[in-house]
């Protein structure tokens, strides 16, 4: 099975390797909240 992400999911994940996977950064770059974040981690 093959699994492709949107470049959406693509910017995501890339942006989380490169903050070192600091949610609080993630917070602050994408501008939304924890559980949305882990949520969205979850899916991808």
Known sequence: ???CLSVDDQVF???FVRSH???KE???IFGVSY???KARLRRI
């Open 26 to 28: 993630m917070e602050r």
């Open 1 to 3: 099975m093959t699994c």
């Open 13 to 15: 994940a890339a942006a």
């Open 21 to 23: 996977g600091s949610f």
């Open 35 to 37: 559980p949305t974040i």
